[in-house]
């Protein structure tokens, strides 16, 4: 269920949409009114998920308003309801989720309830996926999963040598193995920005601790070699950045 609220200054324009609202099982109107200061007291105590707004109101402008909501620690979606048409540009150059001409409609309404429904999900999808990244941060999860023999495995991020990439495949090279991973490399490189990895080339992402020794290479190139004799190339771009942290 949505949580919603009306802002609109004439009455029988905001029974009428509330009536509209009460008929849609995916929306709850928890609280309305007809002038700013009243909306934004309520808005901020009730926190609804969805703010149907009027743009000419008495007391004040709901483009205003709809730039004061965007500050919030938690800010609705819009949906604005006018008489207007010229204040479409600015009211979607505000994120708004939709532009509803007066009179509206029941079958107008849903089609922005739908709309609603998608953002919110797509909204909640992405607060979800933050917070596990924010969980990943402060707990300092160091297990990367990689599938091998039909199994998927932790690997302890601290045993990774280094990330390449072999015949267009991305693999995982630590002491004792070799995974295959199905994963792009920027995306593994995200994942292992808080620990000692450096991108030495477009190919291959390496951990700084278990370089050995560095090779000079040929047109200016170096190889990094790693405890087990492997090696991981360093191309010309990256030399600059591999030698101010390896500090040759």
């Known amino acids: 269920m949505i949580s919603a609220y009306l802002v609109e200054d004439e009455i029988f324009a905001r029974e009428y949409l509330k009536d509209l609202l009460s008929q849609i099982s995916k929306i709850e109107v928890v609280g309305e009114a007809d002038e700013i200061q009243k909306a ?33 620690k938690k800010p609705p979606f819009i949906v604005f ?20 001409l007066k009179p509206f409609d029941e079958k107008r309404i849903e089609h922005t309830i739908e709309k609603v429904v ?23 999860i160091n297990k ?3 599938v091998k023999d039909e199994r998927i495995i932790l690997v302890d991020i601290q045993n990774i040598m280094y990330i390449g990439t072999e015949n267009r495949q991305v693999f995982i090279k630590t002491l004792n193995d070799k995974y295959l991973i199905d994963s792009l490399l920027y995306e593994i490189e995200q994942k292992l920005e808080n620990f000692s990895f450096l991108r030495v080339h477009r190919g291959y992402i390496i951990n700084l601790e278990y370089v050995n020794e560095i090779e000079q290479g040929f047109n200016g190139t170096y190889n990094l070699i790693f405890r087990d ?12 950045t591999v030698r101010q942290y390896l500090g040759f």
């Open 118 to 140: 998608k953002w919110n999900q797509l909204k909640k999808e992405d607060d979800q996926s933050q917070i596990v990244k924010e969980i990943r941060r402060s707990k300092n």
């Open 144 to 146: 990367l999963p990689v």
């Open 229 to 240: 004799g492997s090696k991981a190339p360093v191309s010309r771009s990256y030399i600059k």
């Open 40 to 72: 934004i007291s309520e808005i901020h105590q009730f926190e609804p998920e969805v703010v149907f707004l009027d743009i000419h109101l008495a007391k004040g402008n709901g483009i205003d308003l709809a730039k004061n909501l965007r500050s919030l």
């Open 81 to 100: 309801v006018t008489a207007f048409e010229k204040y479409a540009v600015k009211a979607f150059g505000l994120d708004a989720v939709d532009y509803i």
